[in-house]
C-alpha cells in the first residue's frame, strides 16, 4: 500500500555549542504554551539552543513566565526569547509562529486516569485550538498534553467547525515513547541506545502504545522477552511517578523528546529531505478504517505532515494493538464529542483485523 520505503534511522543529536553558528537560516518562530511548568522550562533551555529557531516566545497564564524568559536571554546563543504572560496575549505568542506546541499537564500521580487528565487539560487545550484557529490557522499545531488520543481528535473537530482543518497542521507529538523504547532495547541488548531506532504505532498512554519490537533497527539484535520488554516500554512514565512518591511530574526526557521533535519538524519546514519520526495523527485508506487516528511513522515535509506509514508487525504486536485499539477509540471519542456533543451509539463495532481489509484480503504493510 505505501509506495516508498521509509528509513528508520533518525540521526539523535543534541545541539552543541558550536552549532548555533552553523545554521544560515534562523527565522522560524516557535511558541511554547504553558512555559512556565517545569516540563516548559526544560524544554525552553533546550530549545534556546536550536540553531534553527531565530525566535522562541513563552507563554503562560502565569506571568512569572517573565522572569524564566530574562533568564534565558541570558544564554549566549542567537535565538530570541520573548515572554507572553496573561490569557489576553495568548493571541500575540500564537501568530505568525511557524511551530507551536501546548505543553504540561502531565499525569501526577499512578492512580490518574486518563479522563481525569482530560478533564484538567481540556480547557487549555481548546483554548489554544481557538487561538491558532483565529490567529494563525497555517502554523502546525503540535500537541503533548495528555491524553493526545483525545487531544489531537478535539482540536481537529475544532478546526473542521470553523472550516480551517488541514491533516497536515495537527500533530501529536510521542517521540517520547520512542525514547523510552530505544532506550529499553539497548538495556536488553547490551547495545548503545543512540544507535536503536524502535518505531512505536497505537497510541502514547501505558495502555496504548505499542513498540514495534520486531521491527528494532539495526536488524539482527536478539531482543528476548518481548512479552515483558512491552509492559516496560508502557510502564516507563509510572515507574518513574513511583520514586517521585507523587511529589512530582516527569519532566526530563519527554522534554529532550519534544525539543527533538521540533528541531527534525524544523529542518523539514526549511527543506531538508528525510525527516522522519513517530507521531499520533490522522490516518487514512485502509489504517484509517482500523483507527481513525494512530501513531506511525510519519514523514514531514514543508507543511508539516508529508504521509504516513504503518511499519510490518508480527502476530504479537498485531494482537496487542488490536487490543489497545478498543482503548484509542474510547479516547478519541472522547475528544471528539467533547465539541460535537454528539451522542455517539454505543455499540460493538466489527474491528477491522489489522493487516487485512474488509474483504480480509492480506494487505502489506510495510516501511
Known sequence: MFPTRIPLFIKKTVFSANARFSSSNSSSIVTILDASCKLGKNLALLLKQSPLIGELRLYDKNRNICAIAEDLSHIDTRTK???????????????????????????????ETPKQMFERNVDDVRLAALHMIEFNPKGIFCITKPPIEAMVPLVTEEYKKAGVYDSRKIIGITSVASMRANSHVAVNTGKNASDIVCPIVGGLSSDCVVAVLSQVRPKGLNVTGRGGLQKCIGNSEDDVLKLYADCGTVCLTPALAISRFVNTLLKALQGETNCVECAFVRQTGHIGQFLPYMTSIVRLGRHGILSSHMPKVNGEESHLLKKYSVIIKEHIRLGETFVTGEAIENKEEELVPFGTDKNTKPVQQRV
Open 81 to 111: 526569547v520573548k515572554s507572553f504572560g496573561g490569557r489576553p496575549v495568548l493571541k500575540h505568542a500564537v501568530m505568525d509562529a511557524n511551530i507551536v506546541v501546548t505543553i504540561g499537564g502531565c499525569k501526577e500521580s499512578i492512580r
